[in-house]
């Protein structure tokens, strides 16, 4: 399949903000031309084509970063964020300062942030940018061009360049608060819509293995009865023989319980899907899924540990469960069958199980994939056991999570909320 093509978005606000940089650094260029043109601004352009050409070589800069196959952060679109907020606090020093009727673009970069950075970072910018205005109230290389010409000249500020303050001041102080929290609730909706998606698509291939699996023990249940009457007939034929007696024996009992899995995982999954749940104490329930385990991988040595508050709790559960911790004890058999550690715990309203393996571990490239789809690191392995895992785990409210044991091998932590099965 195609590689996911999806741009991270720091590298995708970068891209756009190059794009207005490149627009505003086009718009100060010919305005920085145009009053060289007219020659009575009384502009400072040696100071002004120094810093022009300072912001023109960061923004060639971006421009080749952006075509690296680095990462790009937060920190690194907050750093450019604040470049160009020092680069245009100096043209407007240079050129009337509070009283450039431009000034106000300074709430762009404040705007920027509030939709992309993290709160801490938006909030540096702007108490930058109402420090920077501030100062250039009174810092400033005048411009004639600029002048206030009203009653009360003669003030050092004009009411008009005071309420011009006021209202960046409150337009940045509103626009931080207000857009921050809008961005926020906009990730946090992308973010679930994500999961929902995910969970939709894992849905999607649980079903299909659901209904497989369906026709095949229909399919499974005739054969099986009728190797039940041949291998009756078979010990009656054959009862003088014993040590083929006793072969057709074990075969007969092998038969036997392929049968009566068939009928219990039937009855189980109609139970579940009315809603009806069994009900034992937690350690008898645990016990119970390990001794099953057990019978089924007689030769892995392990260890389980239980926490000192699991008492004699009833926890009532979805007969899926067992199968699907089951089918983790297996995983972790298959990759270490000496030495795994399980340690059961009760915390809070959680029951937790660890399982702690000495495998060669997952690889990195895998991870990602575990629960979300087909996937199998073993060669006769069919890729659905961790997805069925974690989808009837999610289903109850529970998760299952994997990382690396240092030095080697696997820890797989289930966590089933006992308000979720009780």
Same mark, same amino acid.
């Given at each position: 399949?195609?590689?996911? $093509?999806?741009?991270?978005?720091?590298?995708?606000?970068? /891209?756009?903000?190059?794009?207005?940089?490149?627009?505003?650094?086009?718009?100060?260029?010919?305005?920085?031309?145009?009053?060289?043109?007219?020659?009575?601004?009384?502009?400072? &352009?040696? +100071?002004?084509?120094?810093?022009?050409?300072?912001?023109?070589?960061?923004?060639?800069?971006?421009?080749?970063?952006?075509?690296?196959?680095?990462?790009?952060?937060?920190?690194?679109?907050?750093?450019?964020?604040?470049?160009?907020?020092?680069? *245009?606090?100096?043209?407007? &020093?240079?050129?009337?300062? #509070?009283?450039?009727?431009?000034?106000?673009?300074?709430?762009?970069?404040?705007?920027?942030?509030?939709?992309?950075?993290?709160?801490?970072?938006?909030?540096?910018?702007? %108490?930058?940018?109402?420090?920077?205005?501030?100062? *250039?109230?009174?810092?400033?290389?005048?411009?004639?061009?600029?002048?206030?010409?009203?009653?009360? #000249?003669?003030?050092?500020?004009?009411?008009?360049?005071?309420?011009?303050?006021?209202?960046?001041?409150?337009?940045?102080?509103?626009?931080?608060?207000?857009?921050?929290?809008?961005?926020?609730?906009?990730? =946090?909706?992308?973010?679930?819509?994500?999961?929902?998606?995910?969970?939709?698509?894992?849905?999607?291939?649980?079903?299909?293995?659901?209904?497989?699996?369906?026709?095949?023990?229909?399919?499974?249940?005739?054969?099986?009865?009728?190797?039940?009457?041949?291998?009756?007939?078979? /010990?009656?034929?054959?009862?003088?023989?014993? +040590?083929?007696?006793?072969? *057709?024996?074990?075969?007969? @009992?092998?038969?036997? =319980?392929?049968? %009566?899995?068939?009928? @219990?995982?039937?009855?189980?999954?109609?139970?579940?899907?009315?809603?009806?749940?069994?009900?034992?104490?937690?350690? $008898?329930?645990?016990?119970?899924?390990?001794?099953?385990?057990?019978?089924?991988?007689? #030769?892995?040595?392990?260890?389980?540990?239980?926490?000192?508050?699991?008492?004699? @709790?009833?926890?009532?559960?979805?007969?899926?469960?067992?199968? #699907?911790?089951?089918?983790?004890?297996?995983?972790?058999?298959?990759?270490?069958?000496?030495?795994?550690?399980?340690?059961?715990?009760?915390?809070? @309203?959680?029951?937790?199980?660890?399982?702690?393996?000495?495998?060669?571990?997952?690889?990195?490239?895998?991870?990602?994939?575990? !629960?979300?789809?087909?996937?199998?690191?073993?060669?006769? !392995?069919?890729?659905?056991?961790?997805?069925?895992?974690?989808?009837?785990?999610? /289903?109850?409210?529970?998760?299952?999570?994997?990382?690396?044991?240092?030095?080697?091998?696997?820890? $797989?932590?289930?966590?089933?909320? *006992?308000?979720?099965?009780?």
């Amino acid at each position: 399949m195609p590689q996911n $093509t999806v741009i991270e978005p720091p590298r995708q606000h970068l /891209r756009q903000l190059t794009i207005i940089r490149s627009l505003l650094l086009c718009f100060l260029w010919c305005s920085f031309l145009g009053s060289v043109w007219v020659e009575t601004t009384n502009l400072p &352009y040696a +100071q002004v084509a120094a810093v022009l050409c300072v912001f023109n070589a960061v923004h060639v800069f971006t421009f080749f970063r952006l075509r690296q196959a680095l990462p790009v952060t937060d920190l690194e679109f907050f750093i450019q964020l604040l470049m160009d907020v020092v680069c *245009l606090n100096l043209l407007f &020093y240079f050129s009337g300062g #509070a009283t450039n009727p431009f000034v106000s673009y300074l709430l762009v970069p404040v705007c920027i942030s509030a939709a992309t950075l993290p709160w801490r970072f938006t909030w540096f910018i702007t %108490a930058l940018c109402v420090a920077a205005y501030s100062m *250039l109230l009174f810092f400033h290389v005048a411009l004639p061009i600029f002048a206030m010409d009203h009653t009360h #000249a003669q003030s050092a500020l004009s009411w008009h360049i005071l309420g011009m303050w006021f209202n960046f001041f409150v337009s940045a102080t509103l626009i931080t608060y207000f857009v921050v929290k809008m961005a926020k609730s906009l990730r =946090q909706q992308e973010t679930v819509l994500n999961d929902l998606r995910e969970d939709e698509l894992r849905n999607e291939q649980v079903i299909a293995v659901a209904t497989l699996a369906a026709g095949a023990a229909h399919n499974i249940n005739t054969p099986l009865a009728t190797m039940t009457v041949l291998l009756a007939e078979l /010990r009656s034929e054959y009862e003088k023989d014993s +040590q083929l007696s006793a072969d *057709l024996h074990v075969l007969s @009992q092998q038969v036997a =319980q392929c049968a %009566a899995s068939l009928k @219990q995982m039937v009855q189980d999954s109609s139970a579940a899907t009315k809603g009806q749940h069994k009900q034992q104490p937690i350690k $008898t329930y645990c016990n119970s899924i390990i001794d099953r385990w057990q019978l089924m991988r007689p #030769a892995v040595t392990f260890s389980v540990h239980f926490s000192e508050n699991i008492a004699q @709790q009833l926890i009532a559960y979805d007969s899926r469960l067992d199968h #699907a911790i089951i089918n983790v004890l297996n995983n972790a058999a298959d990759a270490s069958p000496e030495n795994i550690r399980i340690e059961i715990q009760l915390d809070q @309203q959680d029951l937790s199980w660890q399982i702690v393996d000495q495998g060669e571990g997952i690889a990195d490239d895998v991870f990602s994939m575990l !629960g979300k789809e087909t996937v199998s690191t073993k060669a006769s !392995g069919l890729g659905i056991g961790m997805l069925l895992s974690h989808t009837t785990i999610k /289903r109850n409210g529970g998760s299952v999570v994997q990382a690396p044991n240092k030095p080697r091998g696997t820890i $797989t932590t289930i966590r089933l909320p *006992l308000q979720s099965v009780s």
